[in-house]
């Protein structure tokens, strides 16, 4: 089977179907409702006419497994940091932390844990490897890469209220 075809069908009043057949011959629909929720459904094997599997998904459950299927952040290109025991992880910090409108310097992060902090996501941008005086904010996402030890460490010290 070469490349996959997904066909779509307008419902009217509801949205529009897309159906795709996979290489082992199951049918999988998503219908994009008008709300901007979805359903996703798989048909049976014996029967693609009978739904085995029918879930409504929120956007923002639909955004996450689009993520989860095919995550922004993975390429086959990449260097694999779990074979060289590193850790990448995104860390949260609260509108409650101390660093919240420091600058990122203060942190000492990679002096105390050896963690590197090489992008941080603020609302919907990113910004890559941020200097010593970027300055923090409540509502970032720290990109942090480590170790494991490295990481829970600054996972502790972002977090300090």
């Not at 075809?5 to 949205?15: D, E, H, K, M």
């Not at 025991?85 to 932390?97: D, F, M």
């Not at 996402?141 to 010290?157: K, M, P, S």
């Amino acid at each position: 089977m070469g490349t996959p075809r997904v066909s779509s069908t307008p419902l009217p009043g509801i949205g529009v179907r897309y159906d795709l057949t996979t290489r082992e011959r199951r049918r999988v629909s998503v219908v994009a409702h008008r709300d901007g929720e979805r359903t996703l459904n798989a048909y049976r094997a014996d029967d693609p006419d009978a739904c085995a599997l029918s879930v409504r998904l929120t956007a923002g459950e639909t955004t996450a497994l689009i993520d989860a299927l095919l995550p922004s952040h993975h390429s086959p290109n990449l260097l694999s940091t779990t074979e060289l025991g590193l850790v990448a992880e995104r860390v949260a910090l609260s509108a409650l932390s101390y660093w919240n409108g420091r600058v990122l310097g203060e942190t000492r992060m990679r002096t105390e844990t050896g963690v590197s902090i090489v992008a941080v996501l603020r609302r919907a941008e990113a910004v890559p490897s941020p200097t010593p005086d970027f300055r923090l904010a409540g509502g970032d996402t720290l990109i942090v890469i480590g170790t494991r030890e490295g990481v829970e460490a600054a996972a502790a010290i972002l977090g300090r209220e």
